[in-house]
């Protein structure tokens, strides 16, 4: 055997062990701990859940664009499970941004609309104070002037609706960016951090530290006579990368006369996959959202509402097709 087929095997092996050592003591916890096994388990397929939920938008802002150019403004804040909470109320604020888009309304006027993503827990939080739901927002703002190097007018009204131009629009805009990974979600673990966790289970103790690449903070000055202010700037990486395609798909109503039920079929054309498994697909009564990371992105709103629970999936391997077939409620 060449020395180059001897250190590929090696390699391999380098990364085998951790995952065959990662599967060895999962059974062993399985059998020795099996409450540890089971809260382990249904952590991990939580944070996965939440890793893989879609943004939902909380409120929109109304601000007036100084420079570079002029104009208005739209910023969706939304809250979305894949960005953290901070740790404690001394930590930095995580935030998230989307790609800014320009528009043209009715009276054929051109504004800007931009997303910006927090944690759910953090909007929670904002909601039970005023002055907190505020700095909030200026948040919001000094995060687009920094991400997007321009100069915004610090007023600004919140409007009547929760959000400017679709979901399905501020979904795409920030699919289309380097997505915030999470610190402790198996999607994204290595076997070998999964290993200490399990470790740690088995100690009866957990490990609550999270890694989240950032930026330097930006402190926010509070105004004189105001009560003292948490919230720094945590600018979570989100670097532009190829905008994920939508994918030419079909539905289909499908009506049986013997039962007098009725159905959805969607036909997802997917020539860039290879396996069901690089797909993510969430579904509700109303809506379906289907995700291939850095490849395919698509929503759709139902035309009726179905039963999700009675979805069935398949992929077609040779014709790299994606079927998904739901009754109709």
Not at 11 to 23: D, G, I, Y
Not at 215 to 231: F, L, V
Not at 277 to 292: F, K, M, P, W
Request: glycine share 4%; with cysteine.
């Amino acid at each position: 055997m060449s020395s180059m087929g001897c250190k590929v095997n090696r390699a391999a092996e380098e990364v085998l062990q951790p995952v065959n050592q990662f599967w060895s003591m999962l059974d062993d916890l399985s059998q020795n701990d099996p409450q540890s096994y089971q809260t382990f388990i249904k952590e991990q397929m939580k944070e996965g859940a939440d890793y893989f939920s879609p943004p939902q938008p909380d409120c929109c802002l109304c601000t007036d664009l100084l420079g570079p150019n002029k104009g208005s403004l739209y910023i969706n804040v939304c809250g979305w499970k894949r960005v953290p909470a901070p740790p404690n109320e001394n930590q930095p604020v995580p935030v998230f941004g989307g790609r800014m888009e320009t528009d043209t309304d009715e009276r054929g006027d051109h504004y800007s609309v931009v997303d910006v993503a927090f944690s759910p827990v953090v909007l929670l939080q904002a909601q039970r104070d005023r002055i907190e739901k505020d700095q909030v927002h200026l948040l919001a703002m000094s995060f687009i002037q920094q991400q997007h190097g321009l100069c915004l007018s610090q007023q600004y009204t919140v409007s009547s609706c929760k959000l400017k131009g679709s979901l399905e629009d501020m979904r795409r805009r920030l699919a289309s960016l380097k997505q915030p990974g999470p610190a402790t979600h198996t999607v994204s673990q290595t076997p070998a951090s999964l290993l200490q966790q399990i470790t740690s289970l088995g100690k009866g103790s957990s490990d609550d530290s999270t890694s989240v690449h950032s930026s330097t903070p930006d402190k926010h000055t509070s105004e004189p006579g105001e009560r003292s202010k948490k919230s720094l700037i945590q600018v979570i990486s989100s670097t532009v990368t190829s905008q994920p395609e939508r994918p030419e798909h079909q539905l289909t109503v499908h009506s049986e006369a013997s039962t007098h039920s009725r159905s959805l079929e969607l036909t997802v054309e997917l020539p860039k996959v290879q396996s069901i498994a690089g797909c993510h697909l969430s579904i509700s009564q109303d809506d379906v959202l289907l995700e291939v990371k850095d490849l395919y992105h698509l929503h759709l709103v139902f035309p009726e509402t179905v039963h999700e629970e009675s979805a069935l999936a398949t992929f077609d391997k040779k014709k790299q097709t994606l079927r998904l077939r739901v009754s109709i409620l």
